[in-house]
């Protein structure tokens, strides 16, 4: 058994079964769009939010540049794939994955590089500054990016006569990478390197007195973050079916945010809970309160989480279970009190 085995087997609890067991049935007793619409786009959107988690949940870092690396592996495959604009090189999907996947990685190493050395408000600011320039630099530039239209009809691969895109394929294929990308960051968690990039979230002066590379440790954090992001990415081309600049604009940067904010940081299952309550609102609440009104509304469900939760809705569920427990424990001592 290696290692990586060895730790699967000890963390693995029956509640982990039981959810991949209802992951896994649940295409099969959903409809089409509840499996397409609100399973796999949860699970894609997730696993970007889930890069901005493994980074300010346990980096200290909260990085604004995590749908903008997303949306670089998109833009990067629908450049090197096919799609229905004539920018594309048509080269085959496995190697524009793979291309996608480095460059939009290295992307991420480097904002990393560029914003470790500032903490807190400063990062925000300049992962947001990064993002924002990206996005009017895939807006306005023609020879690459196809500006504002940027690129429509994006091929999404076949395998073995299996149309990916199609509900039941996407959805596994999405729930693979999200399971993937959860078990890695759970598995680094624990690792020698996740224990010191906590350590250095806590006290990055004692870290380095000690001897460890803060910058080393929060620039590789942000390169294993750019690589889960990166893939996220690769997945939303392949639901939309499209890249544009409308896909990296400020409204998603946030967005990514709100996500991780709500399912919580201190948990990687967290930002896939975000995920699905965000997608959930996207697709019903519009009709209830209009589309004009849809941000007022995610703004005002962010402002109660941080206000009455820091740690979102696994919170709320953490401090539930506990009152439960606390009521349950009280009660035989009351029976016996009154005998």
């Given at each position: 058994m290696?290692a990586w085995?060895?730790?699967?087997w000890?963390r693995?609890?029956a ?7 209802a ?11 509840f ?7 949860s699970?894609a959107?997730g696993?970007?939010?889930l ?7 346990y980096?200290?870092m ?5 749908m903008?690396?997303a949306?670089i592996?998109g833009?990067?495959?629908?450049i090197?794939?096919t ?7 048509r080269?085959?999907?496995?190697l524009a994955?793979?291309?996608a996947?480095?460059i939009?990685t290295a992307?991420?190493t480097?904002?990393?590089w560029?914003?470790?050395?500032t ?7 300049i992962t947001?500054?990064i993002g924002v320039?990206f996005?009017y630099?895939a807006?306005?530039n023609?020879s690459?990016?196809n ?8 091929m ?5 006569g299996v149309e990916l895109?199609?509900?039941?394929p996407?959805y ?5 990478w999200?399971l993937?990308?959860?078990?890695v960051?759970?598995?680094?968690l624990r ?10 979230r806590?006290n990055?002066r004692r ?5 460890f590379?803060?910058?080393?440790h929060r620039v ?6 750019g690589?889960i992001?990166a893939?996220g990415?690769?997945?939303m081309?392949w639901?939309n079916g499209?890249?544009?600049p409308?896909s990296v604009?400020t ?8 996500i991780?904010v709500?399912?919580?940081m201190?948990h990687p299952?967290g930002p896939?809970i975000g ?10 609440a519009?009709?209830?309160v209009?589309?004009e009104?849809?941000n007022?509304?995610?703004?005002g469900?962010?402002?109660?989480i941080?206000l009455?939760?820091p740690?979102?809705l ?18 035989p001592l009351r ?5």
């Amino acid at each position: 058994m290696t290692a990586w085995t060895q730790w699967v087997w000890r963390r693995v609890e029956a509640r982990h079964v039981l959810v991949l067991l209802a992951a896994l049935v649940y295409p099969w007793v959903a409809t089409p769009f509840f499996t397409f619409q609100i399973g796999a786009q949860s699970l894609a959107l997730g696993l970007i939010a889930l890069s901005l988690t493994f980074l300010a949940g346990y980096g200290g870092m909260v990085s604004l540049a995590q749908m903008t690396v997303a949306g670089i592996a998109g833009y990067m495959y629908a450049i090197f794939a096919t799609s229905g604009t004539d920018i594309s090189l048509r080269w085959p999907w496995g190697l524009a994955v793979v291309l996608a996947l480095v460059i939009a990685t290295a992307c991420g190493t480097l904002i990393g590089w560029f914003s470790v050395r500032t903490e807190g408000i400063y990062t925000i600011m300049i992962t947001l500054a990064i993002g924002v320039a990206f996005y009017y630099l895939a807006q306005q530039n023609y020879s690459l990016f196809n500006g504002f239209q940027g690129f429509q009809s994006v091929m999404t691969p076949a395998v073995g006569g299996v149309e990916l895109r199609a509900p039941l394929p996407f959805y596994y294929l999405a729930l693979f990478w999200a399971l993937a990308g959860y078990f890695v960051v759970a598995y680094l968690l624990r690792a020698p390197f996740g224990v010191a990039l906590q350590g250095i979230r806590d006290n990055p002066r004692r870290m380095s007195a000690l001897g460890f590379n803060v910058t080393a440790h929060r620039v590789a954090a942000y390169s294993v973050a750019g690589l889960i992001a990166a893939v996220g990415g690769v997945l939303m081309v392949w639901y939309n079916g499209l890249v544009s600049p409308g896909s990296v604009g400020t409204s998603w940067l946030i967005n990514i945010l709100i996500i991780a904010v709500l399912g919580g940081m201190r948990h990687p299952i967290g930002p896939f809970i975000g995920a699905v309550v965000f997608v959930l609102l996207q697709n019903f609440a519009v009709d209830l309160v209009g589309r004009e009104r849809f941000n007022l509304l995610i703004g005002g469900v962010f402002l109660v989480i941080v206000l009455f939760s820091p740690d979102g809705l696994l919170g709320w569920w953490a401090h539930g279970r506990l009152y439960i427990q606390m009521q349950f424990a009280r009660t035989p001592l009351r029976g016996r009190r009154r005998t």
